[in-house]
Nanobody, 120 residues
Framework: QLQLVESGGGLVQPGGSLRLSCAAS????????IGWFRQAPGKERDRVSC???????NYAGSVKGRFTISRDNAKNTVYLQMNSLKPEDTAIYYC??????????????WGQGTQVTVSS
């Protein structure tokens, strides 16, 4: 079975940091692009970052310079380091897999999500 599991969410004050993890089982991440998405209450799900199978990364403008995506294929895990967090970053964060490239947009496997809350 193909499975992605997010972890690392929690409550943090504005300006703080969190590191999210996306662990894969049932398949290896080598051939996949992994995207991080988020959905706030009452809002559409947005892609915040993606890393391709070759390691190319991209970011939404709202998180550029604050978030960093990386992958460790040996651990079959993708990370999202989130710094300088803002209240508007509050959302459920999901990771998802697509074949090779971020640009294709065909993310077919999704994790269950992890809650990130940024509040004083």
């Amino acid at each position: 079975q193909l499975q992605l599991v997010e972890s690392g969410g929690g409550l943090v004050q504005p300006g703080g940091s969190l590191r999210l993890s996306c662990a894969a089982s049932g398949f290896t991440l080598d051939y996949y692009a992994i995207g991080w998405f988020r959905q706030a209450p009452g809002k559409e799900r947005d892609r915040v970052s993606c890393i391709s199978s070759s390691g190319t990364t991209n970011y939404a403008g709202s998180v550029k310079g604050r978030f960093t995506i990386s992958r460790d294929n040996a651990k079959n895990t993708v990370y999202l380091q989130m710094n300088s967090l803002k209240p508007e970053d509050t959302a459920i964060y999901y990771c998802a897999a697509a074949s090779y490239y971020c640009s294709g947009g065909n993310f077919g496997s999704w994790g269950q999500g992890t809650q990130v809350t940024v509040s004083s």
